[in-house]
Every structure is written in C-alpha cells, then in structure tokens.
C-alpha cells in the first residue's frame, strides 16, 4: 500500500516485514484447528473485502488527520495501526441482520455497516446534512445495524446486553457486538453489562481491546491482574485473538457469534492490539514521551494491513489485485472528502435548528400540534411514579 510520509507513524512509512513476521503471522493462524478451518473457506473476495476495510478505515483516518494539520478541524480520534481489530470482527458477522455499537476508534465498523464514508466525515465538519445534523461526531445508524456510541466508554456494554435480550425474547438467530476498550473495562457500566449477558445469556459478543493504555494511563498502571480474566469473572466464554491479525481476530469472533447465535450465550473475544498515535491527534508527543520506544518499534512491525497484505501475497494474490483495491478505496476516500468540503461551505447548519431532534417529542408536537401533556382519562389506573 501507498504510505503517507506525513501522516503515517513514522514506524509505517517504509515499512516492510522485519525478519520472521510473515511467519509469526502464519504461525498465529494455523495455531488453532478450528479458527484455521474458518479461515480457510473465506473466498478471495471475502479476503480482499478484509483488505479493503482496513484500507478504508486508514485512509479515511488519514484524511483526518491532514484536516486537522490543514485547520479544518481542531483534532480527531484514529484507529491507526488497530483497524485489524474492527475489521476482523465486523466482517465476522452477518451484516444483513446482526448489530454492532462502535466506539469512536472503531470509525471502520460504520463504514463496513454500510454508513457511506462521506456521511463519517461530515459528522466531524458538523454540517446541516451530517447523520445528526451538526450536532454530535458519535456516528450510528440502526436502519444500518449501527448503535450510535456516546462519549461515556463502557455505556454501551448495558445497551448491547439490553438488544441482545431483545434478540433472544423473539426468537431471532441473532447477535449483537461492541468493542470496550482496556480502560473502559473499569467502568461501573462494562461489570453491570457483563453481568446481566452472562446470567441471560444473551447472544451479545464483547470485544475487549486491549490497545495497551487509555488516554494517557498504561494497561500496568490501570489492572493488577490478568486481563483474560474477566470472563472467567462472570462464567461465559472467553478468548484471545492477535489483534493485529485480521484474520485471526475474524475467526476468533466468527466462532464465538456462531455459538451465541446458536443459543449458548455471551462471549468475550481478548483482543491485543496497540495504539500507534496519541488518544487523539493533540497529545501524539505525549504518547510516545508516555510509552517506551520498544513498544512502538515492537507494534510498528506489525503494521495489521502490512502484514496482511503481505501475506496474501505470500499466498499467490498477485500484487495487481491489491493495488486494484487500493486504486478503488483511494477514489471512494477522495470523492468522500470532496462532498464533505463542499458541504462544509454551502450546509452550515442554521442556529435555530439546534433545539430539532435533542429530545423526544410526542407525535402531536411533531405534527404541529400542542405538545402540552394531556391531562389523564377519567379512571385511569396509571399512577405516577413516586421517584
Ligand atoms: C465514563 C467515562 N469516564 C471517563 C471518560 C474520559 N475518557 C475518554 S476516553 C478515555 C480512555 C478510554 O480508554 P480505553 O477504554 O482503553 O479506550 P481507548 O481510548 O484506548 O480506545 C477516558 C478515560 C469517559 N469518556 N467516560
Ligand atoms: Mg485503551
């Protein structure tokens, strides 16, 4: 893939497999019988779709990240060097029908839902035609199968129990995913959650991303105990995935949505992943100042779309289909940017539709209508609640 000089950890801008990588990628996917049986029937669409992802969700990080040096936008939250973890796991689902609830740095699983790239953009330029209209960068969709995230991290560890429930009260072969971050783990929320998918056994999937540190606090700073043992904790299903290796951490969750699909309730996927940047795109140099070069240089080699593509060349993709992929994401990536700009000049959004939307209305005030609350029938049993 093309890399990008200045926007890019310096790690991936010449980046090539250091010795053994390949091998090591190798090794990870065939350690396991059932997860290389998985694998193996993915068609080569399905492999250059995996590719395709994660090049998309780089890219459209990229162009972030040039607005954010451009001064269009004051800063922005990336998945860089962590788009294995996404990827692999939404393409493990069944799109047409399962859910996901992303966090911001999981920006990859709206695209792949289907949400078009451009509406992801404008969300950040706050435009009047953005999914919210201007009003927040948290991006759902659940015509799309997408729940909107909201900026408090393990809040959406409740929620997806709460949809999974739904799923298993009617009787629908389906099944709900999010990703937690190793801080968010920490959360009131997140034991809450887990708790109640473990005692439903809901079909919910939790896919805990260990990127090594939250904002600025290292994993050995914020957990004294192993950090697999959270679903030992709450008794349901757990297991670890490179979280670097697309495939593997698309096989790990395919085999864990297919067991909660089938009724045997939740499961944690562990993936190990790093952050190659700051929290954000403004504490970058903190980061690194917070962090021993060795780790950056230790993930640096294992740049998740590097390896890959990589190793499907190892395995006979010739390098024209890859760059034909790549050609085709770099088009949809720069018409994305162009409609999003020019929306940016001619759909501000006007200040007396910042009220529209921000909390529920009854259908009579949506109609025009008085939205004064009618007083309750004569006889009717309904009390109000004393709390
Ligand atoms: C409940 C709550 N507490 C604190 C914050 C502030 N905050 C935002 S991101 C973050 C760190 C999250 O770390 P992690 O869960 O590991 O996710 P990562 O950012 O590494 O992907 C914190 C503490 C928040 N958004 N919500
Ligand atoms: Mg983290």
């Known amino acids: ?37 998985v694998i193996s029937q993915l068609t080569q669409k399905q492999l250059l779709d995996l590719y395709a992802g994660m090049l998309r969700f780089r890219l459209h990080d990229i162009t972030l990240r040039r607005w954010v040096k451009q001064g269009i936008l004051a800063k922005a939250w990336l998945g860089t060097g962590e788009e294995a973890v996404t990827i692999g796991s939404v393409h493990a689902l069944d799109r047409s029908i399962d859910k996901v609830a992303p966090m911001i740095r999981n ?30 960068l948290h991006v759902g969709d659940m015509d799309r199968g997408v729940i909107a995230p909201v900026s408090q991290v393990g809040a959406l560890c ?34 809450e959650g887990m708790n109640f998918a473990a005692v439903l056994r809901v079909p919910a999937i939790y896919v805990l991303q260990n990127n090594q540190i939250a904002l600025g606090t290292r994993f050995q700073q914020h957990q004294a105990g192993p950090f697999t043992a959270w679903s030992k904790a709450y008794g349901i299903k757990g297991v670890s995935c490179d979280g670097n290796n697309v495939l593997d951490t698309y096989a790990a969750t395919r085999l864990s949505a297919n067991l909660a699909r089938s009724g045997n309730g939740p499961a944690i996927v562990f993936a190990e992943t790093f952050r190659m940047g700051g929290h954000a795109t403004h504490d970058e140099k903190e980061a690194r100042e917070i962090v021993a070069p060795e780790v950056f240089e230790y993930w640096g080699k294992r740049d998740p779309i590097g390896m890959y593509e990589y190793y499907l060349e190892s395995q006979g993709t010739p390098k024209s289909a890859l760059d034909a992929v790549e050609g085709d994401v770099i088009d949809e990536i720069s018409r994305a940017e162009r ?49």
């Open 1 to 37: 893939m093309k890399r990008y000089s200045m926007f890019d950890p310096p790690e991936y801008v010449d980046w090539k497999p250091a010795a053994g990588i390949i091998e090591e990628y190798q090794r990870t996917i065939s350690r396991d019988p059932q997860r290389a049986n």
């Open 339 to 387: 409609d999003a700009l020019i929306s940016r000049e001619s759909n501000v959004p006007k200040p007396e539709t910042a009220m529209e939307n921000v909390y529920a209305e009854t259908r009579a005030a949506r109609a025009g209508k008085s939205s004064t609350p009618r007083p309750p029938k004569a006889g009717s049993t309904r009390k109000t609640p004393s709390k």
């Open 107 to 136: 920006a990859g699983a709206c695209h792949e839902m289907g949400i078009p790239v451009v509406d992801m953009l404008l969300e950040y330029l706050g435009t009047a035609d953005s999914p919210s209209h201007g009003k927040d």
């Open 158 to 191: 409740p929620v997806v129990a709460g949809v999974a429930l739904a799923f298993k009260q009617r009787r629908e072969p389906r099944v709900v995913l999010t990703w937690i971050g190793d801080g968010a783990t920490k959360t009131t929320a997140f034991h």
